[in-house]
């Protein structure tokens, strides 16, 4: 969802050393001499203070307040630490007195999609921006280039530069846009699609399977819900001790001893009513005594043969008692269909006396690898061939959901053979699974089966790893053709044929964990595309939760995989994270 301002944004972007200060600090005075109101958010990498040590505001912030106003005649400024995580963009923009301006300029934050101009000169040797980022909407540079209809202005022309701007507010932001409609960091070229469109793409084609059957509790782990689970019973059961003690009636809090005229151990019951003066030792979980409503814990008590005194303890009517239905009521909702279950759920609906639930029955998933280089492990290995790794690591993937695999081994390079495997995996299985030979400019013989089979589209999913992405239906059953190189494999099971398999399997509205951690290294990417990298997380020894990569991110490289408790997830309008800037990780654990 777009983020709206009351004014237009606008940035400079450039390389360290372009001189992007010195430009705007120029250009300022010409600005408000034309008559702007101007906000400028700076945007720096380094930490960095605003106060002069010594200063009473820089004492006090130093002592502990997190956040520190300081105000004289003239201005008023407000500091706020942020250890946890950097402050989001918009959020900072949203901090403007938007009312009182025209223009908000940016300096830095070239890696947010939002319009910029490039600054650019030649002598420092750096890349240019714009073939990467489609948020530039003009380059001021002391260069021309010839591959680009952008507006291109003289960096050492000032006044240009001036006329720009004015007439970019005098727009409302909307020069620029008759090049960037189609740039934005949520759209892509025709030949691309987005992880985010290819996985909606991908969960509009697929449905939950229909047949439902029972399933004993003991088998039912992590199969998934095809009914509403309604309490029969309350939780707890019975009014009950929720602690070892004596029950009192509560009406009866004050005298100084009591007489003990009973014990009661959980899975017993006292059959009488408590009169006044009278206690009934009992145990945790115990049902109480018709008339006790009260329970003294045993630590705050002394007991001498019959009698029992509660040495002066402060004693609450109620205190230390479970009401039966506390937890839940008769009748009560407890687990929604489309649930998976696992060993909580498992536990609750054993409390509740189930011995078995209906379930969705397993996802069947046919699964094959093909090419004559590649051979089975165990064998002894021929010339020119390389053992089969990605049909294990799929398998291993499935079995982790809970999927029937219907594994048809290695398919030689034969078309007529290929056709009739992947017939029969499409009349045996809800889905069929291989990967390798979908690149857009390959020639396997299993892409020209899929074309003689069925529904079959072949996409480039702007990503890194695993770009090539083949899906469609053969005989109504999803076909995923995931890319050859092994890291690729695990990368596109995870954003696409995972998400589509939880659905498949009745499980409803599932979303991967993502959350932000601090970058240890440097964390480089190509705008435009999103990029996994394999990571590390940890906590820090303050708490923080931080990411490192596990080194060397080469697709083919499966130890990567091996080594990560999580991936790195970079976004497409950003090229580079800084060490100590928050990055989206994805947990991998339980899904690898």
């Not at 770009?467 to 239906?473: E, H, M, V």
Request: net charge negative.
């Amino acid at each position: 969802m777009k983020t709206r301002h009351l004014v237009p944004i606008l940035g400079f972007a450039a390389y360290s050393g372009t001189g992007k200060t010195t430009l705007i600090e120029a250009l300022l005075p010409k600005l408000t001499e034309a008559g702007l109101r101007i906000g400028m958010l700076k945007h720096a990498h380094h930490n960095f203070d605003v106060d002069k040590p010594g200063k009473d505001s820089f004492r006090l912030r130093k002592a502990g307040a997190s956040q520190m106003l300081i105000s004289s005649r003239n201005r008023y400024a407000l500091m706020t630490e942020t250890p946890e995580a950097e402050s989001e963009f918009h959020y900072l923009l949203s901090r403007f007195d938007q009312q009182q301006l025209d223009v908000i300029l940016v300096e830095g934050c070239k890696n947010i999609a939002f319009p910029k101009i490039e600054l650019h000169r030649d002598e420092i040797g750096k890349p240019w921006l714009y073939p990467n980022d489609d948020n530039i909407i003009a380059i001021a540079a002391d260069s021309k280039v010839n591959d680009s209809d952008l507006p291109q202005l003289d960096i050492n022309d000032l006044e240009s530069i001036k006329d720009f701007v004015l007439e970019f507010v005098a727009r409302k932001g909307e020069i620029g846009k008759e090049i960037t409609a189609t740039g934005c960091c949520d759209t892509l070229s025709p030949a691309f699609l987005s992880v985010a469109q290819g996985q909606e793409k991908i969960l509009s084609l697929v449905n939950c399977v229909s047949e439902i059957e029972p399933c004993s509790l003991q088998q039912s782990y992590y199969r998934i819900l095809a009914d509403d689970i309604v309490s029969p019973v309350n939780v707890p059961q019975y009014t009950n001790s929720a602690m070892d003690g004596f029950a009192i009636r509560g009406d009866d809090t004050q005298r100084d001893n009591y007489n003990v005229v009973a014990e009661v151990m959980a899975g017993h019951a006292y059959d009488k009513e408590v009169q006044i003066g009278q206690a009934v030792k009992i145990m945790t979980g115990a049902p109480m005594p018709l008339g006790a409503d009260t329970v003294i814990m045993r630590e705050q008590a002394t007991a001498s043969g019959d009698n029992v005194t509660f040495n002066g303890a402060s004693i609450k009517a109620g205190q230390n008692v479970r009401q039966a239905g506390e937890d839940l009521a008769i009748g009560a909702n407890v687990f929604t269909q489309g649930t998976r279950i696992e060993s909580a759920e498992m536990g609750m609906l054993a409390s509740l006396g189930f011995g078995e639930t209906k379930v969705y029955r397993k996802l069947k998933v046919a699964l094959f690898s093909t090419g004559d280089e590649v051979q089975a492990p165990g064998s002894e290995q021929k010339p020119n061939t390389i053992y089969d790794s990605n049909r294990f690591t799929i398998i291993g993937l499935l079995e982790k959901l809970g999927c029937e695999i219907l594994d048809f081994g290695i398919l030689e390079d034969n078309e007529q053979v290929m056709i009739e495997a992947i017939k029969e995996a499409s009349q045996q299985a809800d889905v069929v699974i291989t990967s390798g030979g979908v690149s857009v400019g390959d020639a396997d013989y299993i892409k020209l089966a899929l074309d003689k089979l069925g529904q079959i589209d072949f996409w480039r999913i702007n990503m890194r790893p695993g770009r090539p992405l083949a899906f469609g239906q053969i005989n109504d059953k999803p076909f995923f053709g995931l890319p050859g190189n092994p890291v690729a494999v695990m990368v596109s099971f995870i954003n696409f044929v995972e998400p589509a398999l939880r659905k498949m399997q009745g499980e409803v509205d599932w979303q991967p964990l993502k959350v932000n951690a601090i970058a240890t290294e440097d964390l480089r990417s190509k705008q435009g595309r999103t990029e996994f990298s394999r990571g590390v997380y940890q906590l820090d020894s303050a708490g923080r939760l931080t990411v490192r990569t596990t080194g060397k991110q080469g697709s083919g490289i499966l130890r990567s995989m091996s080594e990560a408790n999580c991936l790195i997830e970079i976004s497409p309008a950003v090229d580079t994270v800084k060490v100590g800037e928050s990055v989206t990780i994805i947990p991998l654990q339980g899904r690898i």
